[in-house]
């Protein structure tokens, strides 16, 4: 298993609505980048913290690459949305923290690597741990604060934690985490920061360019789209690393990954998630 195809670390999540608190469904980065590989024919592997009920094999079809920390607790997010659409995160559980004593030596040196924090479970400078070919963040985790005691609403930055890796090969953010004043500094810290706008698409910043380019949105070209965006920048994520992992261009695999995102948001969870035909790919992006 050295090196590992992808390797993805965060904790695992329990989402819930507002509407129904006793229904749970699994969800969280690391849920929605390794159904995204193995759609993709990859085999990924997942490092998490969550309690022992977690239905794993929803995410992942072999337990020896799942590897869980015991926690008590899986964490737990509610999503509220407000009459704008805008969304509102109700913490209710988090597990406990991912260390680097966690991660097995064979595992050191992932051909790809994605980091997704949601509720600073990791450390800033976890990036430094390993040796991957190509790696991604999603920081959200690392942009969240809440109070205690559980639950409580999530407050999000829009600034650069102090002391987040440099180097990363991608990263990706939304709109709501950046503001013109911090925009530089993200961009500091990746060869390709990514800004996500939902369905118009979003701006791809190269570390060597001042000018972003474009990335389409295929929302409205998807039959069915926009049924549940959750996951949808988490699926663009993985998408884009394993595209840009085989073709080494960035603006191509970032169209390819919107195309994916927009799939995504079909039907609710992850069901919808997949590699796009080449027929689907040349009608979305031709």
Known sequence: MNPLQLLA????TFDISPDDLETRHPGGAVSFASITASRHGIQPAIITSCADDYPSRRVIDSPNRFIRVPSHQTSTFENRYNQCGDRVQVLH????????DHIPKAWLNPDMLFIGPLTQELPLDCLDWFNPRLSCVIPQGWLRSWS???PSIVEVSKSPPVGMSAGWDICVISESEVEPATLATWRE?????????????ADL???????PVEVPSFAHRVDGAGADTTGAGDVFAAAML???AATGDAKSAATYASACAALSTRTPSWSAVKEPKPEMLERLMG
């Open 93 to 100: 559980h988090r597990a406990d923290d991912i260390t680097r």
């Open 205 to 211: 910043y190269f570390s060597d360019a001042d000018d």
């Open 189 to 201: 810290s990746t060869t390709n920061l990514v800004v996500t706008k939902g369905s118009k698409g």
């Open 148 to 150: 205690q005691p559980l």
């Open 9 to 12: 670390i965060g904790h695992v």
């Open 242 to 244: 394993i595209r840009y």
